[in-house]
């Protein structure tokens, strides 16, 4: 009986959280991906920027 007491208190735990951070979101928010680079500004479309990656190519040399 208690552990159905603290699944219960859980649960209503779990729900709050995420009525809140449904209320908190802005509406055209849809997935919360940047679409710009937070070094440069480019658009990215929520992909690596290339601009600010360094990453090269060496094939391990």
Same mark, same amino acid.
């Given at each position: 009986? &208690? ?5 219960? #208190?859980?649960? &209503?735990?779990? #729900? ?5 951070? #449904? &209320? ?9 991906? %940047?679409? %710009? @680079? !937070?070094? @440069? ?13 360094? !990453?090269? %190519?060496?094939?391990?040399?």
């Amino acid at each position: 009986m &208690v552990l159905l007491w603290i699944g219960i #208190a859980i649960g &209503v735990l779990i #729900a709050t959280i995420l009525i809140v951070k #449904a &209320v908190k979101t802005p509406s055209r928010d849809v997935m919360g991906v %940047q679409l %710009q @680079c !937070n070094k @440069c500004g480019s658009k990215t479309n929520g992909m690596k920027c290339p601009k600010c990656n360094n !990453n090269s %190519q060496t094939f391990g040399v």
